[in-house]
């Protein structure tokens, strides 16, 4: 997983619980990286799932609240670091078909060792956009946060209904969007 995920979770850890906790988070962890991420780095996505495990018991938020608001955080962060995805189009479900066909390849020339999840669209209900996450990692709470910042980002609102299943190490996630009133 890229550093620049680490770098931004410590980040939300420090704003949201202190400077402290990030480190008890280090400490505890005990990760193969020693804690030092750069945002260009690749780390073992397991270091992060040991830190969100750990914070989840120290501040009593389930693992899955606290990564979907991680997913909120990082969306954030992203339409400030990278402003042109999100000005390339005016609505959340065109950013959202853009993940895989576009903005993908463009993280894959800066960083050509990331590993992506793959995400797949389907717009051919009115009413109804669905949006199938897949991925070894199984960060589905991460994504959904991210679908919701972006939403947030366009001034839209989504109901979201979600269905998770695995296929062996695979993750598959399906979201359906409808946009609420």
Known sequence: MKGL?????????EEK???D???D???ESGPSSGGAYTAVGTY???ELVDMVTILSDKVDVPIPALINAFGHYLGAVFTKKF???????DNTLDFLKKIDNHIHIEVLKLYPDAELPVFEFDDSDADEFKLVYK??????DLAQG???????FYKEKFNIARHDQNEGNLHITEFLLSKAN
């Open 5 to 13: 995920v680490f770098t931004e979770f410590m980040s939300m850890v």
């Open 146 to 152: 991210l679908i919701e910042a972006s939403a947030l």
């Open 135 to 140: 991925s070894e990692r199984g960060f589905a």
């Open 44 to 46: 073992n996505h397991q």
């Open 83 to 89: 402003p042109e995805f999100f000005a390339e189009v």
């Open 25 to 27: 988070l280090i400490d």
């Open 21 to 23: 906790m990030m480190d």
């Open 17 to 19: 619980f202190g400077i």
